[in-house]
């Protein structure tokens, strides 16, 4: 019920995503009614879908700690639910961030070895695709939380992006080793030194992020949600300004019409519903957040990332290097970095 075309962008989401993965199975929670209405022009999606009736909806303005107390029979809670219980592989909203993170962690805890799930994306670059991690979940992070992040960061690449050795950056204000706060330093100290095949390129820069400098972007969730939204600022100023161009000439629109082509290729590329869909990683199941404002070819793809990351064992892959990185973590305690 969350987002705001919903539930018939859910419903509409659910039928793209049910012609690219055909196993699909649904439980979907909300208004009965409402629910029942939409899925009859759908009859395929039907056949794979439980509803689950419920009145209560968890509202985007709603604090997170309200939610987790008050919405315990929402839509949102019931779904999430659902992944507790073990009756869904994974769940998907496009309702409230913060609720949905709080209510995620309350009922699923985090994984081994894991203090704080993070949000993560993965997002087009110059060299193909790259994840950033945290999004805002953690406004400030200790160099352990930045660690734990470039771990399920570097999993996420290699068993979603399909990345064989993946590089990780921690961003920063300069490339160079002495550059940065306590956090930073240390959390780099301890990546070059762990045993994990773990690729650790050093510290990147903001302009790094676009060229795709590594497959990982490891940041605290203050800077990475400001990185996030300036990124995404910028790619709306530039397809406005490119739009009012081509169409303020007559020699524009001639040129734009000759260019079709490859103006049609860039938007494809760089459409933001194909990346629809923010990861809850470190979770004890899988939570992906759709932005609230996106149409069902976004929802689709943000179910379509629960299905991949459920499919190919995400969770198995971060449990198992956690394991491997506390029984060398003891090694880390004493690391000095330089002032």
């Known amino acids: 019920m969350g987002g705001d075309n919903a539930p018939s962008m859910v419903i ?10 055909s196993n699909l199975n649904f439980h979907i929670y909300g208004d009965g009614h409402k629910l029942s209405t939409l ?29 987790l107390r008050s919405g315990r029979q929402s839509s949102m809670r019931l779904a999430i ?24 962690k309350f009922v699923m805890k985090t994984l081994p070895g894991i203090d704080r799930p993070a949000i993560a994306s993965y997002y087009p670059t110059m060299t193909g695709e790259s994840v950033m ?39 920063n204000v300069g490339t160079e080793v ?20 773990i690729k650790f390129h050093g510290f990147v820069e903001g302009d790094d992020i676009g060229k795709g400098t590594v497959d990982v972007v490891v940041t605290d969730g203050f800077t990475g949600n400001v990185a996030l939204k300036t990124i995404e600022g910028t ?3 530039f397809a406005g300004a490119l739009k009012e161009e081509l169409k303020g000439s007559m020699l524009g629109k001639i040129g734009a019409l000759i260019a079709k082509p490859a103006i049609d290729a860039f938007r494809n590329r760089f459409d933001p519903r194909r990346y629809n869909g923010a990861m809850f990683l470190g979770l004890n199941g899988i939570c992906v957040k759709s932005h609230g404002g996106t149409d069902s070819f976004g929802f689709a793809n943000a179910i379509l990332a629960a299905h991949e990351m459920v499919s190919d064992g995400l969770n198995d892959g971060i449990k198992e290097d956690f394991a491997r990185f506390n029984d060398e973590h003891h090694n880390f305690s004493n690391i000095q970095v330089d002032d």
């Not at 805002?136 to 200790?142: F, R």
């Not at 002495?178 to 095949?197: C, F, M, W, Y």
């Open 12 to 21: 509409d989401g659910m039928a793209i995503a049910l012609e690219s993965v």
């Open 39 to 67: 899925l009859a022009s759908y009859p395929k999606v039907m056949e794979v879908t439980e509803i689950h009736h419920t009145e209560d909806v968890v509202s985007n303005d709603e604090k997170p700690g309200i939610a």
């Open 81 to 104: 639910n659902a992944v507790g219980d073990g009756i869904a592989g994974g769940v998907v909203s496009a309702g409230n961030t913060g609720a949905l993170m709080a209510m995620a």
């Open 133 to 171: 991690l945290d999004l805002g979940a953690n406004i400030q992070c200790d160099a352990e939380n930045l660690v734990q992040f470039a771990v399920m960061g570097e999993v996420f690449a290699r068993y979603v992006l399909h990345i064989e050795q993946p590089s990780i950056g921690i961003l």
């Open 178 to 197: 002495l550059k940065g706060n306590d956090s930073v330093k240390q959390a780099a100290a301890i990546l070059r030194e762990t045993h994990l095949p």
């Open 235 to 237: 790619a709306k100023l």
